[in-house]
């Protein structure tokens, strides 16, 4: 699996199935359709990524990565989010953040291994009363000739 098995959905295209069967698998509830400026990349069958994407700040938020229980542990999220922030940082989206369960140790250790740098605490985030850690990364501009 490389960065050219990953896919970007479609702005118009529908929610594939299996993701909505993955989010519930991976966190317990699915998501609705895509928001307008929110964006999803795929790898089909088994992965996803969901951006809400503000362009005009240059800013991207990682709003859930969740890999298929029987794939975890083989470098594919680390491939995925890594496509990710190569796209977003193409378009100029090179502030990036995300909020995670301070006991998702996989996760954690998955932003960290895709330069990541925690920045902030969100006491009692959750719904459950868990806090949140924020993550943040700053991407290189890329400019066209560059
Ligand atoms: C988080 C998740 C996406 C990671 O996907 P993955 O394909 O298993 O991750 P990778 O195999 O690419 O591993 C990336 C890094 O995380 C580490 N890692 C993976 N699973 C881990 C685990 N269970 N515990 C600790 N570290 C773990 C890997 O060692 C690797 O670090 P390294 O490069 O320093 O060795 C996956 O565990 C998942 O889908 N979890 C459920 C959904 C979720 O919690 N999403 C995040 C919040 S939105």
Redesign the pocket.
């Known amino acids: 699996m490389t960065e050219d098995d990953v896919q970007r959905l479609a702005a118009d295209a529908p929610l594939p199935d299996w993701v909505t069967r993955l989010d519930r698998t991976?966190?317990g509830s699915a998501w609705k359709a895509p928001a307008e400026h929110e964006a999803l990349w795929l790898v089909p069958q088994v992965?996803f990524a969901r951006w809400a994407r503000i362009p005009a700040a240059g800013e991207a938020e990682?709003?859930?990565?969740?890999?298929?229980?029987a794939?975890?542990?083989?470098?594919?999220?680390?491939?995925?989010?890594e496509a990710c922030q190569r796209d977003l940082e193409a378009e100029g989206l090179v502030h990036l953040y995300?909020e995670?369960?301070v006991s998702?140790?996989?996760?954690i250790?998955?932003y960290?291994?895709c330069g990541w740098e925690r920045c902030g605490l969100r006491p009692g985030y959750y719904q459950d009363g868990e806090d949140a850690a924020l993550f943040q990364r700053s991407g290189a501009m890329r400019r066209s000739g560059a």
């Open positions: 991976a966190f992965a990682l709003l859930r990565i969740a890999v298929d229980p794939h975890r542990g083989h470098g594919l999220g680390r491939i995925l989010l995300l995670v369960r998702n140790a996989a996760a250790r998955l960290g291994a």
